[in-house]
């Protein structure tokens, strides 16, 4: 009985699945669509007279953008839970006076749109000597994480029972020491759900490639892809070409990364 | 657990005036102020990096975009430097444009349909997936691709699905014999596309964040449930969703700011045309800035500043509500 | 002990991360304006180049021109391709902390924008030779009479027109001589059971520049939107749409998907420019084309594309001397050809036009198309244009999209219009 419910549920999740994914598909349609055929009426499911000319185009140029887009992301990761966690540690378990009014501005700094902060830092990047460099852009794509971020460790962090933290200060441990070798270790949920966020949205991020890197040595995928988007001139396949092979590497990521991505926002059992 | 009295090296738990107050010997009480202000410098100390980070990385554009709107800045005075203060003007002039009222309605429409469609969807496909059948795991992750899609890919492929002339869905539309649709194109529906494109997108976050939720809440309550006969929606009413109310707020007030936002999505789909029907106030921020070839900074920033006032509030409702619940 | 040892903890993070960030600031130097990062010391030898090119990397024929040109001029390049419409905001960005490029290539109606804001030099200062380019190509660079740099070639807009399908619907292409015909034409297109014309009426600068021809061709003028003339041209549009000759994508079309909504072979007529000519040679389309007829017969003005070569103000003027070098190389003559024929734009000099034909004879109805174009910001409308083009758009698009009648979307556009200039 049970197998069979399993079964017809596996099967309406994959129907749900497809569906959530169809636009997905269409762009790997688009992808190995002919230049003649862009716009045909109606337009043919499956790529009956395919190109590879996409794909040939992406591997040829794509490849460093997409290592910089990788270097990129994993700069942001680390530099987001620097930021994010010692913050989420103190704000859950330290009650600094004065905290709620830092979560609210945590809260508020997220409303401000990413032109706004893009066109802010332009000034500061010129004066830092930062402009067109890869540790400005980690900087600036961990604004878009790093609120955020300390908000799910707050809240993952104020789940871990006092009564760990106090058996620690009883062994004489400090607040640095308690966090690293304690809270930390616990946290590992969180610690993977934020890595994964900050991954995610640096990997997308155009406005702040765009602003801060336009004239960089090393670009990311997002910029990489205007390669195809010329003055008058656009080459669609090549485009979708691009974000299908940008995607494969995140999509496999996040398939073997799921089993940890847990965004508990409230105080709850601390499951390991 | 020690006592405060017995052990003067155990810190309290902070906050809690431990047994009697009234029997600590002046010394004591001086060692317990002396250990909670030294609490207060150790959470400080954590709390540095992302004060210096949020004043440099966020204080310090919004007050470049605040003095943007109260100035008068034409293209020469945003070079050379020297814009006149007017205070209040450029928010005067934004409000008694004809696009305002359009503009306003729109971002209301535009962020509560999406929220409510993310949010249900969201919800019901999280606990969908927490019933852990095969698959289940995998199928959950692959939910979250539309998110590593750039912007600009993913909200051109729904314009090339939503064409009115050799778009897919227009197509499917015409096997069934329905009348196809100007999607994009008709001041009717260009708002509902944008809507439907930015659901899809929305959906990922929504799931993550709530099917955390789930995993939170103990399957304890549900195996008594499960005793006393409650069936699958009595057991959802009654202890999971009330269950979920914290996480659900957080999920809609993050939903919220960041729908408020968004502007990519429609620029790139419609550019908030034709006309105004799908200009929200990001986009017509958006617009009098960038979109055409004088831009208009200071109307522009005015926009987004009220953009940022509204969230403001909506925050701040989250904020009393939080604290209603809190005491409850 | 454990208090001493928590507060000294707290207090050495907050020291070593305050410390941190006010070295990086302090390392930084003085804040925004005074002066620039790449351009600075007067003897630097690295000039930047802008363009909005993003489509040639370091191989293609245009990086390795430019970078001729720097040898020639003894200086190294640094070459940036930005999106067209990015660069007017980089731009000005970066002219207001002082980081502006040594040169920069940007679409002609964008010019008047920058010199306004003082971000361009004139050729007088800049010492760029304009002597022989053509007047009507460089009026669209002009402010007050003086010219702010020098065009690097120009594109315009034509009707390519696919042969077979013609030919299928019995129309001989030499009798569309104006609207009338050209509307028959497409009558016939649709009965034979193919699509009529395609083109860009989207609302932004694009779809005014497509709308530019019809406009100008009924013989109105940009400095009154709601004549009869005007509204005549968007009732022509109207009526396409409306009959079914023209699709209803062209709303959301841009000038690429327009040009691939020709290419699937199904259209009779495309509005497009010089840039598809290497497109429409790879497509298996038997095609032609026609100058843009006007209401009444002959060839409509089109409005000028086609990028100016800028020397912007710097803070050090013993660059310009290098500068304009680069300027007269990249336009001059010899390399005029070899550019030109890369961008697939029309050269800006009536010699080097003479060696496009003769080198491509399809390229006369081009030549003479470009020679009856009509800059946009010309006739001294310079940054009066962008507020009049953001309200002609405007109006096509609520009359296209069935919201406003064109009568009254232009008298509303002409209000706006004039509000927005006054102010």
Same mark, same amino acid.
């Given at each position: 009985?049970?197998a069979?419910?399993?079964?017809t549920?596996t099967?309406?999740g994959?129907?749900?699945?497809a569906?959530m994914?169809?636009p997905?598909?269409?762009m790997?349609?688009?992808?190995?669509?002919?230049?003649?055929?862009m716009?045909?009426?109606?337009p043919?499911?499956?790529?009956?007279?395919?190109?590879?000319e996409g794909?040939?185009?992406v591997?040829?140029?794509q490849?460093?953008?997409?290592?910089t887009?990788l270097?990129?992301?994993l700069?942001t990761?680390l530099?987001?839970?620097l930021i994010?966690?010692p913050?989420?540690?103190s704000?859950?378990k330290l009650?600094p006076r004065?905290?709620?009014?830092?979560?609210?501005?945590?809260?508020?700094?997220?409303?401000?749109?990413?032109?706004?902060?893009?066109?802010?830092f332009y000034?500061?990047?010129l004066?830092?000597?930062?402009?067109?460099?890869?540790?400005?852009?980690?900087?600036a794509d961990?604004?878009?994480?790093?609120p955020f971020g300390v908000?799910?460790f707050?809240?993952?962090?104020?789940?871990i029972?006092?009564?760990?933290?106090?058996a620690? &200060?009883v062994?004489g441990a400090?607040?640095? &020491?308690t966090?690293?070798?304690?809270?930390?270790?616990l946290?590992?949920?969180a610690?993977?759900t934020?890595?994964?966020?900050?991954?995610?949205?640096?990997w997308?991020?155009?406005i702040?490639?765009s602003t801060?890197?336009g004239?960089?040595?090393?670009q990311?995928?997002?910029?990489?892809i205007?390669r195809?988007i010329?003055?008058?001139n656009?080459?669609?396949?090549?485009?979708?070409?691009?974000?299908v092979?940008?995607s494969?590497p995140?999509?496999?990521?996040?398939v073997?990364a799921q &089993?940890y991505v847990?965004?508990?926002?409230?105080?709850?059992?601390?499951?390991? | 657990?020690?006592?405060?009295?017995a052990d003067?090296?155990?810190v +309290?738990?902070?906050?809690?005036?431990?047994?009697? +107050?009234g029997?600590?010997?002046r010394?004591e009480?001086?060692?317990?102020?002396?250990r909670?202000?030294?609490?207060?410098?150790?959470?400080?100390g954590?709390?540095? +990096?992302?004060?210096?980070?949020l004043?440099?990385?966020?204080?310090?554009p919004?007050y470049?975009n605040v003095?943007?709107?109260a100035r008068?800045?034409?293209?020469?005075?945003?070079v050379?430097?020297?814009?006149?203060?007017?205070?209040?003007?450029?928010y005067?002039t934004v409000i008694h444009?004809?696009?305002?009222a359009?503009?306003?309605?729109n971002?209301?429409?535009f962020?509560?349909?999406s929220?409510?469609?993310?949010?249900?969807?969201?919800l019901?496909?999280?606990?969908?997936?927490?019933?852990n059948?095969?698959?289940?795991?995998?199928?959950?992750?692959?939910f979250?691709?539309?998110?590593l899609?750039?912007l600009?890919?993913?909200?051109?492929?729904?314009s090339?699905?939503l064409n009115?002339?050799?778009g897919v869905?227009?197509a499917g539309l015409?096997?069934?014999?329905?009348d196809?649709?100007? /999607?994009l194109?008709?001041?009717?529906?260009?708002l509902?596309s944008?809507?439907?494109?930015?659901?899809?997108i929305?959906i990922?976050f929504?799931?993550?964040?709530?099917?955390?939720?789930?995993?939170?809440?103990s399957?304890?309550?549900?195996?008594?449930?499960?005793?006393?006969?409650?069936?699958?929606?009595?057991?959802?009413?009654?202890?999971?969703?009330?269950?979920l109310?914290?996480?659900?707020?957080i999920t809609?007030?993050?939903?919220?700011?960041y729908?408020?936002?968004?502007?990519?999505?429609? /620029?790139?789909m419609?550019?908030?045309?034709p006309?105004?029907?799908s200009t929200t106030?990001a986009?017509w921020?958006?617009r009098?800035?960038?979109?055409?070839?004088l +831009?208009?900074?200071?109307?522009g920033?005015s926009?987004s500043?009220?953009?940022i006032?509204?969230?403001?509030?909506?925050?701040l409702?989250y904020?009393?509500?939080?604290g209603?619940q809190q005491?409850s | 002990?454990?208090?001493?040892?928590?507060?000294?903890r707290?207090?050495?993070?907050a020291?070593?991360t305050t410390? #941190?960030?006010l070295?990086?600031?302090?390392c930084?130097?003085?804040?925004g304006?005074?002066?620039?990062?790449?351009?600075?010391?007067?003897?630097?030898?690295?000039?930047?180049?802008?363009?909005?090119y993003?489509?040639?990397?370091?191989?293609?024929?245009?990086s390795k021109l430019?970078?001729?040109?720097?040898t020639?001029?003894?200086?190294t390049?640094?070459?940036?391709?930005?999106?067209?419409?990015?660069?007017?905001t980089?731009?000005?960005?970066?002219?207001?902390q002082g980081?502006s490029?040594?040169?920069?290539?940007?679409?002609?109606?964008?010019?008047?924008?920058l010199?306004?804001?003082?971000?361009?030099t004139?050729?007088?200062?800049?010492?760029a030779?304009?002597?022989?380019?053509e007047?009507?190509l460089?009026?669209?660079?002009e402010?007050g009479g003086?010219a702010?740099?020098?065009p690097?070639g120009?594109?315009t807009l034509a009707?390519?027109?696919?042969?077979?399908?013609?030919k299928?619907?019995?129309?001989?292409v030499?009798s569309?001589?104006d609207?009338?015909s050209?509307?028959d034409?497409l009558?016939?297109?649709?009965?034979s059971?193919?699509?009529g014309?395609?083109?860009?009426?989207i609302?932004?600068e694009e779809?005014?520049f497509?709308f530019l021809?019809?406009?100008?061709?009924?013989?109105a003028?940009?400095?009154?939107l709601?004549?009869?003339?005007?509204v005549s041209?968007l009732?022509?549009w109207?009526d396409?749409?409306?009959?079914?000759?023209?699709?209803?994508?062209?709303i959301?079309?841009?000038?690429?998907?327009?040009?691939?909504?020709?290419?699937t072979g199904d259209y009779?007529?495309?509005?497009n420019?010089?840039?598809?000519?290497?497109?429409?040679?790879k497509?298996?389309?038997?095609?032609?084309?026609?100058?843009i007829?006007?209401?009444t017969?002959?060839?409509?003005?089109a409005?000028?594309?086609?990028?100016?070569?800028t020397?912007?103000?710097?803070k050090?003027t013993?660059?310009?001397a290098?500068?304009?070098?680069?300027?007269n190389?990249l336009?001059?003559?010899?390399?005029s050809?070899?550019?030109?024929?890369?961008?697939?734009?029309?050269?800006?000099?009536?010699?080097?036009?003479?060696q496009?034909?003769?080198a491509d004879k399809d390229l006369?109805?081009?030549?003479?198309?470009?020679?009856?174009a009509?800059?946009?910001?010309?006739?001294?409308l310079g940054?009066?244009?962008?507020?009049i083009?953001?309200q002609?758009?405007?109006?096509?698009?609520?009359? #296209?999209?069935g919201s406003?009648a064109?009568?009254?979307a232009?008298?509303?556009?002409?209000?706006?219009?004039?509000?927005?200039?006054?102010?």
């Amino acid at each position: 009985m049970t197998a069979r419910r399993s079964v017809t549920k596996t099967l309406i999740g994959l129907v749900l699945t497809a569906i959530m994914l169809f636009p997905v598909y269409w762009m790997v349609n688009v992808s190995f669509t002919q230049a003649g055929d862009m716009r045909k009426s109606p337009p043919p499911l499956f790529p009956v007279n395919g190109t590879l000319e996409g794909y040939r185009a992406v591997l040829d140029q794509q490849l460093p953008y997409l290592g910089t887009s990788l270097v990129i992301g994993l700069g942001t990761v680390l530099f987001t839970l620097l930021i994010a966690a010692p913050a989420g540690y103190s704000l859950a378990k330290l009650r600094p006076r004065g905290g709620g009014a830092l979560s609210f501005i945590l809260l508020m700094a997220q409303m401000i749109p990413g032109i706004i902060m893009a066109i802010g830092f332009y000034a500061i990047y010129l004066s830092l000597g930062v402009l067109n460099t890869l540790p400005g852009l980690i900087l600036a794509d961990s604004t878009i994480a790093v609120p955020f971020g300390v908000l799910m460790f707050t809240a993952f962090m104020g789940g871990i029972p006092n009564e760990i933290m106090q058996a620690a &200060r009883v062994d004489g441990a400090g607040s640095i &020491r308690t966090f690293i070798s304690i809270v930390l270790p616990l946290s590992r949920n969180a610690v993977v759900t934020v890595s994964l966020f900050a991954f995610l949205w640096s990997w997308s991020d155009f406005i702040f490639a765009s602003t801060l890197d336009g004239g960089g040595g090393r670009q990311p995928i997002t910029i990489g892809i205007y390669r195809y988007i010329g003055n008058n001139n656009q080459e669609w396949n090549s485009i979708m070409a691009t974000a299908v092979v940008a995607s494969v590497p995140t999509a496999l990521l996040l398939v073997l990364a799921q &089993r940890y991505v847990s965004a508990g926002v409230t105080s709850g059992a601390v499951k390991d | 657990m020690s006592q405060t009295q017995a052990d003067p090296l155990a810190v +309290p738990h902070q906050g809690d005036e431990g047994t009697d +107050p009234g029997v600590l010997t002046r010394g004591e009480r001086r060692r317990l102020t002396g250990r909670r202000r030294s609490g207060q410098w150790a959470a400080w100390g954590f709390l540095v +990096p992302v004060t210096l980070y949020l004043v440099a990385f966020y204080a310090y554009p919004l007050y470049r975009n605040v003095d943007l709107s109260a100035r008068n800045y034409t293209v020469r005075s945003f070079v050379q430097g020297g814009a006149e203060f007017i205070g209040l003007d450029n928010y005067q002039t934004v409000i008694h444009d004809p696009t305002f009222a359009k503009a306003l309605s729109n971002t209301i429409l535009f962020t509560g349909v999406s929220l409510i469609f993310q949010f249900t969807i969201g919800l019901a496909l999280a606990v969908f997936f927490y019933q852990n059948f095969r698959l289940s795991a995998t199928l959950r992750a692959l939910f979250l691709v539309p998110w590593l899609l750039p912007l600009i890919v993913s909200a051109s492929t729904w314009s090339w699905m939503l064409n009115s002339d050799s778009g897919v869905v227009n197509a499917g539309l015409r096997v069934i014999g329905v009348d196809p649709v100007n /999607w994009l194109t008709s001041p009717h529906w260009a708002l509902a596309s944008v809507i439907i494109a930015n659901i899809w997108i929305g959906i990922p976050f929504n799931l993550v964040v709530l099917y955390g939720g789930l995993q939170a809440i103990s399957t304890d309550i549900y195996e008594a449930a499960s005793l006393d006969g409650a069936s699958a929606w009595q057991k959802f009413r009654w202890i999971t969703f009330p269950l979920l109310r914290p996480v659900s707020a957080i999920t809609v007030l993050l939903g919220l700011v960041y729908t408020l936002k968004v502007f990519d999505i429609i /620029w790139i789909m419609t550019k908030g045309g034709p006309g105004d029907s799908s200009t929200t106030f990001a986009t017509w921020s958006y617009r009098k800035s960038f979109g055409s070839l004088l +831009p208009q900074f200071g109307p522009g920033a005015s926009i987004s500043n009220l953009l940022i006032l509204m969230a403001l509030v909506c925050g701040l409702v989250y904020v009393r509500y939080q604290g209603k619940q809190q005491n409850s | 002990m454990t208090i001493s040892t928590a507060r000294t903890r707290g207090v050495a993070a907050a020291a070593a991360t305050t410390c #941190l960030v006010l070295g990086l600031a302090a390392c930084g130097g003085s804040s925004g304006g005074s002066g620039g990062s790449a351009t600075d010391s007067a003897g630097s030898k690295t000039y930047t180049v802008w363009d909005p090119y993003p489509q040639f990397d370091a191989a293609a024929d245009w990086s390795k021109l430019i970078d001729k040109c720097g040898t020639e001029a003894g200086v190294t390049i640094k070459r940036t391709g930005f999106d067209t419409t990015d660069l007017t905001t980089k731009t000005l960005l970066a002219a207001q902390q002082g980081n502006s490029p040594d040169l920069l290539i940007v679409d002609n109606p964008v010019v008047s924008t920058l010199a306004e804001g003082g971000v361009l030099t004139t050729t007088d200062v800049s010492k760029a030779d304009t002597s022989k380019i053509e007047p009507n190509l460089l009026a669209a660079g002009e402010v007050g009479g003086k010219a702010y740099g020098v065009p690097i070639g120009a594109n315009t807009l034509a009707l390519y027109y696919n042969k077979k399908v013609l030919k299928g619907a019995g129309v001989d292409v030499a009798s569309v001589k104006d609207w009338a015909s050209l509307t028959d034409a497409l009558a016939k297109v649709k009965a034979s059971g193919k699509k009529g014309i395609t083109f860009s009426a989207i609302g932004t600068e694009e779809g005014s520049f497509q709308f530019l021809p019809w406009y100008w061709g009924s013989g109105a003028a940009l400095t009154k939107l709601d004549s009869p003339e005007a509204v005549s041209a968007l009732q022509l549009w109207n009526d396409w749409l409306k009959k079914g000759y023209a699709p209803n994508s062209v709303i959301n079309n841009t000038q690429t998907t327009s040009w691939q909504e020709f290419a699937t072979g199904d259209y009779a007529f495309a509005e497009n420019g010089t840039w598809q000519l290497g497109n429409v040679k790879k497509s298996d389309i038997d095609w032609g084309v026609i100058p843009i007829p006007g209401k009444t017969g002959g060839t409509a003005a089109a409005p000028t594309g086609g990028e100016f070569v800028t020397v912007p103000v710097q803070k050090d003027t013993g660059r310009y001397a290098t500068a304009a070098k680069l300027v007269n190389c990249l336009t001059s003559t010899e390399n005029s050809l070899a550019t030109d024929t890369t961008l697939s734009y029309i050269a800006a000099t009536k010699d080097v036009q003479a060696q496009q034909v003769a080198a491509d004879k399809d390229l006369s109805v081009w030549v003479a198309a470009v020679g009856a174009a009509k800059g946009r910001t010309s006739d001294n409308l310079g940054t009066k244009y962008p507020k009049i083009s953001e309200q002609l758009w405007t109006a096509f698009q609520a009359s #296209l999209s069935g919201s406003k009648a064109p009568q009254a979307a232009l008298t509303e556009a002409q209000a706006a219009a004039a509000s927005a200039i006054g102010s």
